[in-house]
């Protein structure tokens, strides 16, 4: 086990709809990181937050918007959801510093139909 | 716009055989390359990776074989075994940053 834990595991939601993922990162890593990955494909960096604050992102819609809190636990909210939306969502913690390894969760199923 | 192509798509391999897989990229910025493995229903482990200054790194049976020129990395995995059924990215990032761009992965079956 990672010590990266995602809730839910697996959701159902309707076009149109907002929802609210997340993610509890590793004892000790200030570092989090959303990727998408749809089925068959490799994730998708969505963002990725540094002690509370976006430190990068990827070529994903305002819709997606996410939030770390000041124990390092982070959420994905995607508002609008639309059928393409429908994949795994995973999160990623890390300590920040160059040659650390990054620690996936198991991912939070999502389906909207 | 693939920033990191992965080939094959799938592979079987008999046990005991070696599996390799492929990997390119384009952007020479990138100098930090993991290879991830992942089981259904789990999410990405980090396998074995390497950086730029090296051709090569061995983990167990697990080998990284890295051409910068050629802008390619490979896994090879000796003596594969029945357990090492997964599907295997390749990935690449700037500084380990945590902001990966992935291959599409590679889905491994290996037979008794």
């Known amino acids: 086990e990672t010590g990266v834990t995602q809730s839910p595991t697996h959701l159902i939601k309707t076009r149109g709809q907002q929802v609210t993922l997340r993610c509890s990162s590793q004892?000790?890593?200030?570092?989090v990181s959303w990727y998408q990955q749809a089925l068959g494909q490799g994730p998708q960096f969505i963002f990725q937050?540094?002690?509370?604050?976006?430190?990068g992102r990827g070529n994903f819609p305002p819709r997606f918007s996410g939030l770390q809190f000041p124990n390092y636990s982070s959420e994905l909210n995607v508002n609008a959801l639309e059928l393409d939306d429908s994949a795994l969502y995973l999160c990623a913690s890390s300590s920040g510093s160059v040659n650390t390894e990054a620690f996936f969760g198991q991912g939070t199923r999502l389906t909207v139909v | 716009q693939q920033q990191v192509k992965q080939s094959p798509q799938s592979l079987i391999v008999q046990k005991g055989g070696i599996s390799i897989i492929n990997c390119a990229y384009e952007?020479?910025?990138?100098?930090?390359f993991p290879w991830y493995q992942q089981f259904p229903g789990k999410g990405p482990a980090l396998l074995i990776a390497?950086?730029?200054?090296?051709s090569e790194k061995k983990e167990g049976r697990f080998t990284i074989s890295f051409n910068k020129s050629a802008k390619q990395f490979s896994l090879h995995i000796m003596d594969s075994q029945p357990g090492d059924s997964a599907t295997y990215f390749c990935a690449a990032s700037i500084n380990t940053g945590n902001q990966f761009y992935f291959g599409t992965g590679t889905s491994l079956t290996v037979i008794p």
């Open positions: 004892s000790g890593h200030n570092t």
């Open positions: 937050y540094y002690r509370e604050e976006e430190n």
């Open positions: 952007n020479t910025a990138f100098d930090y």
């Open positions: 390497i950086r730029p200054d090296v």
